[in-house]
């Protein structure tokens, strides 16, 4: 039988699924806290003794997924050369950037950050130390092997970042956040990998 905790992290859980779906759907002014109760399949009371407001409940959303990126596969490096290492780091985070709930999740934190500047700081702070940091990482590590020649790894890690985010991020703001390149992500990281190659890589 589950202990009284255990049931309460499982209502908590409930709350933060339905909130998320319907800040993603609504936006966060369309979303009310009466249809996350609904969706949740809780009363209106339980709901506010979770989360005392709906601020509470939008922080509470985007720090759950913000606490997921140090485990996502981009924030890894991988063996191998200029090539392998770039080319694993740029698929990784194409396939993050084309994750519609972290399409969602910037285009809503970007829209509110008049109201929550500190959340939107964090979200920027985490995207840096464990997506941006590995790039650089990789890239201080390659350039150190004498396979890249970099005189700003951070400068460097932000081109190649941007060629991805063109392809994947930007079309989303546009057009929605389901809505897939129309390239495949393998031929969008080949070519950016390329491009940075031909400018960084060791002759």
């Known amino acids: 039988m589950a202990s009284k905790e255990e049931r309460s992290d499982r209502k908590r859980r409930a709350i933060l699924a339905a909130a998320r779906g319907l800040f993603v759907k609504d936006g966060y002014a369309g979303a009310g806290m009466e249809a996350v109760a609904r969706v949740a399949n809780i009363s209106t009371a339980t709901l506010y003794a979770y989360f005392p407001s709906k601020a509470d409940l939008f922080r509470a959303?985007?720090?759950?997924?913000?606490?997921?990126?140090?485990?996502?596969?981009?924030?890894?490096?991988?063996?191998?050369?200029?090539?392998?290492?770039?080319s694993g780091f740029a698929l990784d985070y194409a396939a993050f950037m084309t994750d519609p709930l972290h399409r969602a999740l910037y285009r809503l934190v970007a829209a509110e950050r008049r109201q929550f500047a500190d959340l939107a700081d964090r979200a920027d702070r985490t995207a840096r130390a464990h997506l941006g940091g590995t790039l650089i990482r990789i890239i201080q590590g390659l350039a150190s092997?004498?396979?890249?020649?970099?005189?700003?790894?951070?400068?460097?890690?932000?081109?190649?970042?941007?060629?991805?985010?063109?392809?994947?991020?930007?079309?989303?703001?546009?057009?929605g956040?389901?809505?897939?390149?129309?390239?495949?992500?393998e031929t969008i990281c080949e070519d950016a990998v390329e491009t940075f190659l031909a400018r960084y890589g060791a002759r």
């Open 177 to 185: 956040d389901e809505t897939r390149p129309a390239r495949r992500l």
């Open 61 to 86: 959303v985007v720090d759950d997924v913000l606490d997921a990126v140090p485990d996502a596969p981009v924030a890894a490096d991988r063996a191998g050369d200029a090539r392998e290492r770039l």
């Open 145 to 175: 092997a004498g396979e890249l020649i970099v005189e700003r790894p951070s400068a460097a890690a932000g081109q190649l970042l941007g060629m991805i985010e063109h392809a994947t991020l930007v079309v989303a703001m546009i057009h």
